[in-house]
């Protein structure tokens, strides 16, 4: 899963499509049905990060590699590892906040893979939860 910075918007990776679906918030806070915003036959999508322009970077378990695809649908390879050292069954990447530095966790070798991206990170979503915050008594 991953919540744009807003909290408008909740991409869903599923593995079995394999592609990666939309859930929209509505203005009253329920959520439309999902749209799928982008199929991806030959791989197993299992994790997904936006960056600062829109692009969502998805680890792929299978060929172990690290996809981008713009808000056009484009997609593009920008990590990979046929030889499996780097990458071995990526499960899910995450940018280091602040930075262009993705982290993708590996299920293979069961280790951490660090690669830069040619943008920053999406802010994360910080939703206010002022109204509804649990206090001790």
Do not use: Q
């Not at 378990?61 to 997609?75: E, K, Q, R, S, Y």
């Not at 899910?92 to 920053?120: C, K, M, Q, W």
């Amino acid at each position: 899963l991953c919540v744009s910075e807003s909290g408008d918007r909740i991409l869903v990776v599923e593995s079995m499509l394999p592609g990666i679906r939309v859930l929209e918030r509505t203005p009253a806070g329920s959520f439309e049905p999902s749209t799928v915003v982008v199929e991806l036959p030959g791989v197993i999508p299992d994790g997904v990060v936006l960056d600062d322009s829109g692009n969502m970077l998805i680890a792929c378990f299978a060929p172990d590699c690290v996809l981008v695809v713009d808000p056009a649908g484009t997609v593009e390879v920008v990590a990979s590892d046929r030889r499996r050292f780097s990458l071995h069954s990526p499960t899910n990447v995450a940018f280091v906040p602040g930075t262009s530095t993705v982290i993708a966790a590996n299920y293979g070798e069961r280790a951490l893979t660090r690669f830069r991206h040619d943008r920053r990170g999406a802010a994360v979503h910080r939703p206010d939860h002022s109204a509804t915050a649990w206090t001790p008594s």
